[in-house]
């Protein structure tokens, strides 16, 4: 945490989340990447004290949130996702984002691209997208669109990325909000 704060000169519960982040990448380069929009604690920790569920993009996120109301559709999204010829985790957040939801992507960049579409397409409150997807293809571009959508995020940018870091967030958040 001391190098984290050290290196960009922050405090507080944004110091706190980014050093959750670097914790579980086990990569100090990762603090530089991590980008908080300017509402996003504030609303995630409003959303969670007003009992908000989360909406997760795959089940191992899932597994890793201390939270009672985490939901996952992967399992339900198969018929969906040939109907509509998208991935089943895009089809597992349009199955899930029928009301509002913390929506918390570890894993599928399609994940963000979907959520964004329902979002526009529904207007559907979303308190905070924390989205942490690694890869080449697609990630850094749908996670530059979550930036700006105007929709409060917490985004691990460019390349880096992970469904533990995303939950490393999520559970620092819960925590914060818990006090």
């Known amino acids: 945490r001391d190098k984290v704060k050290e290196e960009l000169g922050i405090d507080g519960e944004e110091l706190e989340i980014i050093s959750r982040a670097v914790f579980a990448s086990g990569n100090l380069e990762i603090a530089k990447y991590v980008y908080i929009s300017p509402d996003a604690i504030s609303s995630g920790i409003e959303a969670l004290r007003a009992e908000v569920p989360i909406l997760t993009d795959v089940k191992m996120v899932m597994a890793g949130i201390r939270w009672r109301k985490v939901e996952n559709y992967l399992d339900s999204a198969s018929e969906l996702a040939k109907k509509l010829k998208i991935t089943r985790t895009a ?89």
């Open 91 to 179: 089809a597992g957040i349009r199955l899930g984002l029928t009301s509002p939801k913390i929506v918390v992507i570890g894993n599928s960049p399609t994940a963000i691209v979907e959520t964004l579409r329902v979002h526009r397409e529904t207007s559907v409150e979303i308190p905070l997208v924390v989205a942490t997807p690694p890869g080449f293809t697609n990630a850094v571009e749908s996670k530059e669109e979550l930036i700006n959508s105007g929709i409060p995020s917490i985004v691990v940018r460019g390349t880096y990325g992970g469904s533990s870091i995303a939950v490393s967030i999520v559970n620092e958040l819960i925590r914060v909000a818990s006090r």
